[in-house]
């Protein structure tokens, strides 16, 4: 059949339709074949000199005879990833399982004095209880009371111990001692204590078990601890009641000078308080157990802390949502506990009405001090609120 042609002999000439004089297209060797038989030649369809493709060796093969591996690769890749992020959502479904089981107490009615409040700062409070019947919401005293301040900006951590002593207005028109607060009233009480007496706006809390703190020094695998003789004494002894009420055993401390430590000898270390320094220097303890257990469990990371999750959710009461909680696992990597410190900065042991106390000299002087302290805020004048009650405090201690 005869094709149409034109001048140029560019398409229908006699050697087939749509062929040219370069021979590209439709020449006697194929359709759709040119002289570098890169397209439809003998060798085969969609071939070219290189053979890697449809060549005698097989559709998509190349000069060694292999089918490439890419698709391969992809596959192992994926699986890998799959695997992945299944192992993932495991460990977030365990984690929000057993956050689950904490002890929730919704704190429905926070006191904050006028006009206060520190954008950029969350404040959280610290209660740790020794209680022997597993209460967590009220009816035992707060031992420890710390309030943690956390830089939302460059994650830095400041704590600051309230001496459990202090002589303070406990909310409800009485000035007793800091403590009596948790026992009277839980954790609302204790936290509207904080608010009221040192111009904070903390809403949320956290109370532990000692008994949580023995599980956890033990879960990250002890902690280091420098041990003068004294206190080594006095942690013996401690061992023993610690022992007998929380049914851990233990092994006695055998020689002064730093040291790793268990959880049970850890916890007597935070419970002297006879040797010099006295309270003040137990909350020191406390304090250094705490930063030491926050380095450990942040050398862990996220996922090496979910045997800890497990394990700690039964000796833990707080206010703050699973939410919340992640979040704060999750940029554990992030915080850094900068300073730590003993609230009042002034004060005066004094036996009063209200029993053996830690008197502020000048809460007002005092509070001043603290947000310098946590927030930079040189300067900074207390509240209406917080004078009257310095003024309090002096009219019955008459310490100023």
């Known amino acids: 059949m005869k094709g149409k042609k034109d001048s140029r002999g560019q398409y229908g000439n006699p050697q087939g339709y749509y062929d040219d004089p370069r021979g590209q297209y439709g020449n006697p060797q194929g359709y759709y074949d040119d002289p570098r038989m890169q397209y439809g030649g003998p060798q085969g369809y969609y071939d070219d000199p290189r053979m890697q493709y449809g060549g005698p060796q097989g559709y998509y093969s190349d000069p060694r005879g292999r089918r490439p591996k890419k698709k391969k690769m992809h596959r192992k890749l994926k699986f890998i990833l799959e695997i992945i992020l299944l192992l993932i959502l495991g460990a977030g479904l365990f984690v929000f399982a057993q956050l689950g089981r904490i002890d ?8 904050v004095n006028t006009g ?10 610290l209660f740790g209880v020794d209680s022997r019947e597993g209460e967590l919401e009220s009816g035992t005293n707060s031992d420890t ?4 301040s956390i830089n939302k900006w460059n994650g830095d951590v400041k704590l600051v111990s309230v001496y459990r002593d202090t002589y303070l207005d406990n909310t ?16 609302e009480r204790a936290v509207n204590m904080l608010n009221k007496n040192l111009d904070l706006d903390i809403k949320d809390f956290m109370t532990v078990d000692f008994n949580g703190i023995i599980e956890a020094v033990d879960l990250l695998g002890g902690i280091e601890l420098d041990i003068t003789e004294e206190e080594r004494q006095w942690l013996n002894g401690y061992l023993v009641e610690t022992s007998q009420v929380t049914g851990v055993p233990y092994t006695e401390v ?6 790793q430590v268990t959880g049970i000898q850890a916890m007597a270390y935070c419970r002297i308080r006879y040797t010099e320094g006295w309270d003040f220097k137990r909350t020191e303890r406390q304090r250094t157990v705490l930063e030491k257990l926050f380095e450990k469990a942040k050398a862990k990371g996220v996922t090496g802390l979910i ?21 704060l696992a999750a940029q554990i990597g992030r915080y850094n506990i900068q300073e730590t410190t003993g609230f009042p900065f002034n004060q005066q042991a004094a036996n009063i009405a209200a029993g053996d ?9 005092n509070v001043s001090q603290l947000h310098a302290y946590l927030f930079g805020d040189e300067g900074y004048t207390p509240s209406q609120t917080v004078q009257e009650i310095s003024d309090k405090i002096i009219s019955d201690t008459g310490i100023q």
């Open 357 to 365: 106390c830690v008197v502020p000299v000048n809460l007002a002087a």
């Open 172 to 187: 409800n028109g009485e000035y007793r001692k800091a403590t009596e607060c948790f026992a009277g009233g839980g954790a």
């Open 307 to 327: 045997p800890l999750v497990g394990t700690m959710m039964n000796y833990v009461s707080t206010s703050m949502s699973n939410t919340e909680l992640l979040s």
């Open 145 to 148: 009371i710390m309030v943690a």
């Open 116 to 125: 206060i409040g520190k954008s950029g700062y969350r404040n959280i409070a």
């Open 254 to 259: 055998e020689y002064a000078g730093t040291q």
């Open 104 to 111: 929730r107490v919704k704190l429905r009615d926070v006191l």
